[in-house]
């Protein structure tokens, strides 16, 4: 069936680094922009990066710009998110979403589709 | 603070209609399509309404969205205790080049 499975979460400490994968399956993964999302405790979500079907273009929030870079490899069907230079307030679950739903440009579509999320732990 | 505004709660008894709010600028809601997500304890957030009134697959007619100019509203009748979640607006911020959610409404069916 159609699914992302994120992986890759655990507990680091400050300033360390992490990199997080989402698997797809179940579609044409070159054919989607997909998103990175993540949530704090007790929090709503955040918007972190996206990448376009092709790779082509990609955006950041303020808050991970410069830190953070996304990436993907479509002949593995995966999206990739580096993160550097981890603060505690990067604390949160990662959700990766397809933009699969809309009249947009792509990335900018509706998330039709989310993973299950990974848990990201910044302590010392 | 999120750049989309929605009110921290809203609540209805079971069968009754309830509607949920949210304002945004002309850089995101007044020119972007905006979507409604559906958050239940523990899991990830669900699809519920895309470009501003649409349903996808699966989504029952009980869930709708509108738009207005700067503010857009999900509306959802017939309530039933199963609806009790968070919700959230989501679009695209052009000046920002980011994606903005709304902070959420919690609703309570009481």
């Known amino acids: 069936q159609v699914q992302l499975v994120e992986s890759g979460g655990g507990v680091v400490q400050p300033g360390r680094s992490l990199r997080l994968s989402c698997a797809a399956s179940g579609f044409t993964f070159s054919g989607y922009a997909i998103h990175w999302v993540r949530q704090a405790p007790g929090m709503g979500p955040e918007w972190v990066a996206v990448?376009?079907?092709?790779?082509?273009?990609?955006y950041y929030a303020d808050s991970v710009k410069g830190r953070f870079t996304i990436s993907r490899d479509n002949s593995k069907n995966t999206l990739y998110l580096q993160m550097n230079s981890l603060r505690a307030d990067d604390t949160a679950v990662y959700y990766c979403?397809?933009?699969?739903?809309?009249?947009?440009?792509?990335?900018?579509?509706?998330?039709?589709?989310w993973g299950q999320g990974t848990m990201v732990t910044v302590s010392s | 603070q999120s750049v989309l505004t929605q009110p921290p709660s809203v609540s209805a008894a079971p069968g009754q209609k309830v509607t949920i709010s949210c304002s945004g600028s002309s850089s995101n809601i007044g020119n972007n399509y905006v979507s409604w997500y559906q958050q239940l304890p523990g899991t990830a957030p669900k699809l519920l309404i895309y470009?501003?009134?649409k349903r996808p697959s699966g989504i029952p007619d009980r869930f709708s969205g509108s738009k207005s100019g700067t503010s857009a509203t999900l509306g959802i009748t017939g309530l039933q205790t199963g609806d009790e979640a968070d919700y959230y607006c989501?679009?695209?911020?052009?000046?920002?080049?980011?994606?903005?959610f709304g902070g959420g409404t919690k609703l309570a069916v009481l």
């Open positions: 990448m376009s079907y092709d790779g082509s273009n990609k």
């Open positions: 979403a397809r933009a699969g739903l809309g009249g947009g440009d792509g990335y900018n579509d509706a998330f039709d589709i």
């Open positions: 989501g679009t695209w911020d052009s000046s920002l080049s980011a994606w903005v």
């Open positions: 470009d501003n009134n």
